[in-house]
């Protein structure tokens, strides 16, 4: 599956934005789904991740209570609803799929297809 990812920008500390990530190719509704994101100088960590079929989400503790993963599987478009935005939260998103569940859905390397990344910048 090919992915997408769109939606970045600036905002003030406080504000929201919306991640898009639509994908192309494959069968979408079966995936494993993620996002992760890659802070100034540091590694790509988990950010969120939804099943496919209970479509059941998990979050890393730093965003949990502000942002929300969400699926559309009519429009092949996996989403990031980032609200109470931080300076911290400045980083380089992307979106991640795998065919299947794994377990360890928060390590990046159990992901097959990325999207390219969007830039989200926070100020304070």
């Known amino acids: 599956v090919q992915l997408q990812a769109s939606g970045g920008g600036l905002v003030q500390a406080g504000g929201s934005l919306r991640l898009s990530c639509t994908a192309s190719g494959r069968i979408f509704g079966g995936y494993a789904l993620a996002w992760f994101r890659r802070a100034p100088g540091k590694e790509r960590l988990f950010v969120a991740a939804?099943?496919?079929?209970?479509?059941?989400?998990y979050y890393a503790d730093s965003v949990k209570g502000r942002f929300s993963i969400s699926r559309d599987n009519a429009e092949n478009t996996l989403y990031l609803q980032m609200n109470s935005l931080k300076p911290e939260d400045t980083a380089v998103y992307y979106c991640?799929?795998?065919?299947?569940?794994?377990?360890?859905?928060?390590?990046?390397?159990?992901?097959?297809?990325w999207g390219q990344g969007t830039l989200v910048t926070v100020s304070s």
């Open positions: 991640a799929a795998r065919a299947r569940w794994h377990v360890n859905y928060y390590y990046d390397f159990n992901y097959d297809s």
């Open positions: 939804v099943r496919p079929g209970n479509n059941a989400k």
